[in-house]
């Protein structure tokens, strides 16, 4: 998957879609001036490294 996209214009994408299709802990899909989209796939019942819960 690559979606990244560092334009001051935004990304049209199907979100669910680009979530779905994440292979890795953390991708950056798009960055803005204010804004850093980033889709996570993270097992169930497992935890994030460095969250505190």
Do not use: D
Request: charged residues 15%; glycine residues 4%.
């Amino acid at each position: 998957m690559h979606h990244y996209n560092s334009c001051p214009e935004p990304l049209v994408l199907n979100i669910e879609e680009a979530t779905l299709e994440n292979k890795t802990f953390r991708t950056m899909i798009w960055t803005g001036h204010y804004l850093q989209l980033t889709v996570m796939s993270i097992p169930v019942c497992e935890t994030t490294p460095g969250v505190i819960s």
